[in-house]
């Protein structure tokens, strides 16, 4: 069965400064990887995917992620930190042949002015 | 292009009442899927149904909870003899079509049994 690990409760940054969030994940083929954005009392937002081609995939609000398939990961970074990048960031994996996404627990993003 | 739409956004119900959750997908999106989120846990899969079939309702309790997408209106979540544990926020999906696309989520549900 898919799965997502998100092993990070919370991370700090300091506004301006880098920020990553990680994700590995576990699944039987090629994975379809997805990272959300949630605000509080707020649905999710799609920031980027990556389904096949160039493991660097470039996406809303200035984010990149990087798909790593010999460690299975697909970390979130963005090179200069916003206070209001400060939201619940979720990776989501699915399986070729199913449409049912599997979410990781979430990571709190704290940027601090 | 009027996104997810989900209602009510807030539902408050006595233990043995039924909950009715409705979700309108975006327009040209006949996938959808619906998630629950507990307090402090990630979204995890329940149904997912095209009009008027369901293809995978693998996350669904056995029990008291369904699931519709009719030909004609928003599909539903209905929850029979709510519980307090069924007390989360219940979030609805769509997508175009199943091949690699991203589904874009509704604002949510916040079911509270009391």
């Known amino acids: 069965a898919q799965s997502v690990a998100q092993p990070e409760d919370q991370v700090n940054v300091a506004e301006g400064n880098p920020l990553t969030v990680k994700c590995t994940y576990s699944v039987s083929g090629n994975p379809y990887l997805f990272w959300y954005v949630q605000y509080p009392n707020r649905g999710l937002q799609f920031l980027l995917k990556y389904i096949t081609g160039d493991n660097l995939v470039k996406g809303s609000y200035g984010f990149e992620a990087e798909f790593n398939k010999s460690q299975t990961s697909f970390h979130l970074k963005k090179p200069s930190a916003l206070v209001s990048d400060s939201a619940l960031y979720f990776c989501?994996?699915?399986?070729?042949?199913?449409?049912?996404?599997?979410f990781g627990k979430g990571n709190q993003v704290v940027v601090i002015p | 292009n009027a996104g997810v739409m989900q209602n009510p956004r807030h539902l408050v119900r006595r233990r043995g009442q039924e909950a009715r959750l409705r979700c309108s997908p975006m327009k040209g999106h006949s996938h959808v899927y619906w998630y629950r989120q507990l307090p402090e846990e990630g979204l995890k899969f329940m149904v997912y149904l095209q009009k008027e079939n369901i293809i995978d309702e693998s996350g669904m309790p056995k029990e008291r909870f369904s699931a519709e997408f009719p030909k004609e209106g928003p599909s539903i979540l209905r929850i029979q003899q709510v519980v307090r544990g069924d007390s989360a926020a219940y979030f609805c999906a769509s997508s175009p079509n199943t091949a690699g696309d991203e589904q874009y989520f509704g604002p949510g549900t916040r079911l509270t049994v009391t």
């Open positions: 989501a994996v699915r399986e070729p042949g199913n449409n049912r996404l599997a």
